[in-house]
């Protein structure tokens, strides 16, 4: 009976995936009125929150984003710039030039450390927001530049949208179903992929869940070279799967970039980015630590982030974390 279900899984998600494959892309209206900016994130609610909170039995807590540092990987091909850190004060510094005019002895006793950063929006963990790419000059819900981008940002789905998110959260361990512990260079990851792991974990998922997806690249996370070197990432297919067939609210991946390149269509050098974000409305989040839930075979927990609101911006850092449910 088993073996059943998974060939006609299998034929169904691959009839599905050729049936889509070459849709025309336009940006989408939301069903969520004229007026909306977070796309399909309207589908939490105060009571999907609260459900999705009820089956925590533990404070086991699993931190699914990486740390910032000098050096890190990040998308630097079209110019954007590198993370940078300097320290605007340090203690002995403090007593030579006693900015505070409190004099040598108060400064000696008081040690003072301040620092600073810049960064691009889209470095670490965080998450896209829904004017990060459109297409035909429009982004999601038809939002145009000439009417709402800004010397000072977008006024319409800017980063400081975007709210605190609670959902029940399902990790599909992609490196882990084909025993690898990185999935090949430019592996494009299809929806049947994602189905036969979703049955090899015996986890199904519900509408309104965020699904992450480990290919294994945030082991190399702390060696930019390798990190960023020909990295795999989700197909267009599979992400239409997701969306369209399992309707999730989220997507999550440890990747950069959450697609693979180069690009399936010759028409759309990133389809996968303007295909949920501006086509669907479903953002999502890169560059995500995924190993500690993968190691310990975490597939179903809740979900908890929250972004930097940086008004006007197409992406912020985010900080999530699971907690596992009981069962």
Same mark, same amino acid.
């Given at each position: 009976?088993?073996?059943?279900?998974?060939?006609?899984?299998?034929?169904?998600?691959t009839?599905?995936?050729?049936?889509?494959?070459?849709?025309?892309?336009?940006?989408?209206?939301?069903?969520?009125?004229?007026?909306?900016?977070?796309?399909?994130?309207?589908?939490?609610? #105060?009571? %999907?929150?609260?459900?999705?909170?009820?089956?925590?039995?533990?404070?086991?807590?699993?931190?699914?984003?990486?740390?910032?540092?000098?050096?890190?990987?990040? @998308?630097?091909?079209? +110019?954007?710039?590198?993370?940078?850190y300097?320290?605007?004060?340090?203690?002995?510094?403090?007593?030579?030039?006693?900015?505070?005019? !409190?004099?040598?002895?108060?400064?000696?006793?008081?040690?003072?450390?301040?620092?600073?950063?810049?960064?691009?929006?889209h470095?670490?963990?965080? *998450?896209?927001?829904?004017?990060?790419?459109?297409?035909?000059?429009?982004?999601?819900?038809? @939002?145009?530049?000439?009417?709402? !981008?800004?010397?000072?940002?977008? +006024?319409?789905?800017?980063?400081?949208?975007?709210?605190?998110?609670?959902?029940?959260?399902?990790? *599909?361990?992609?490196a882990?179903?084909?025993?690898?512990?990185?999935?090949?260079?430019?592996?494009?990851?299809?929806?049947?992929?994602?189905?036969?792991?979703?049955?090899?974990?015996?986890?199904?998922i519900?509408?309104?869940?965020?699904?992450?997806?480990?290919?294994?690249?945030g082991?190399?996370?702390?060696?930019? %070279?390798?990190?960023?070197?020909?990295?795999? +990432?989700?197909?267009? +297919?599979?992400a239409?799967?997701?969306?369209?067939? $399992?309707?999730?609210? !989220?997507?999550?991946?440890?990747?950069?970039?959450?697609?693979? @390149?180069?690009s399936?269509?010759? #028409?759309?050098?990133?389809?996968v980015?303007?295909?949920?974000?501006?086509?669907?409305?479903?953002? @999502?989040?890169?560059?995500?630590?995924?190993?500690?839930l993968?190691?310990? $075979?975490?597939?179903?927990f809740?979900?908890?982030?929250? %972004?930097?609101?940086?008004?006007?911006? %197409?992406?912020?850092? *985010?900080?999530?974390?699971? *907690?596992?449910?009981?069962?």
């Amino acid at each position: 009976m088993k073996l059943r279900l998974t060939i006609l899984s299998t034929l169904l998600v691959t009839a599905f995936t050729n049936l889509i494959a070459q849709d025309q892309e336009t940006v989408g209206t939301s069903p969520w009125g004229k007026d909306d900016e977070i796309g399909a994130l309207n589908m939490m609610t #105060d009571n %999907s929150k609260a459900k999705a909170l009820s089956d925590i039995s533990s404070g086991k807590t699993y931190d699914l984003s990486v740390e910032y540092f000098v050096g890190m990987p990040s @998308f630097h091909v079209l +110019g954007d710039p590198s993370y940078q850190y300097w320290l605007t004060h340090t203690p002995k510094g403090t007593v030579v030039d006693n900015p505070n005019g !409190l004099g040598r002895i108060m400064n000696e006793k008081v040690s003072y450390t301040g620092d600073a950063i810049s960064m691009y929006t889209h470095m670490g963990t965080h *998450i896209d927001a829904l004017n990060h790419f459109g297409l035909n000059g429009k982004i999601w819900n038809g @939002f145009t530049t000439e009417e709402y !981008l800004g010397d000072k940002g977008w +006024g319409k789905t800017g980063a400081e949208t975007i709210p605190p998110i609670v959902a029940r959260g399902i990790l *599909i361990d992609l490196a882990g179903y084909k025993e690898e512990k990185t999935l090949s260079k430019n592996y494009r990851i299809t929806a049947e992929d994602l189905s036969q792991a979703l049955i090899k974990q015996q986890v199904n998922i519900l509408p309104g869940d965020i699904v992450l997806i480990r290919t294994g690249q945030g082991r190399f996370y702390r060696n930019a %070279s390798a990190y960023l070197d020909d990295f795999p +990432g989700i197909s267009l +297919g599979a992400a239409k799967w997701l969306v369209e067939e $399992k309707k999730i609210m !989220l997507l999550g991946a440890d990747n950069l970039s959450f697609e693979a @390149f180069p690009s399936e269509r010759e #028409d759309n050098w990133v389809p996968v980015h303007t295909y949920l974000l501006a086509e669907k409305g479903v953002m @999502f989040i890169e560059q995500m630590f995924l190993e500690e839930l993968a190691k310990d $075979k975490v597939y179903e927990f809740v979900f908890l982030a929250a %972004s930097l609101k940086l008004k006007g911006a %197409s992406g912020a850092p *985010i900080r999530p974390f699971a *907690i596992p449910y009981s069962h």
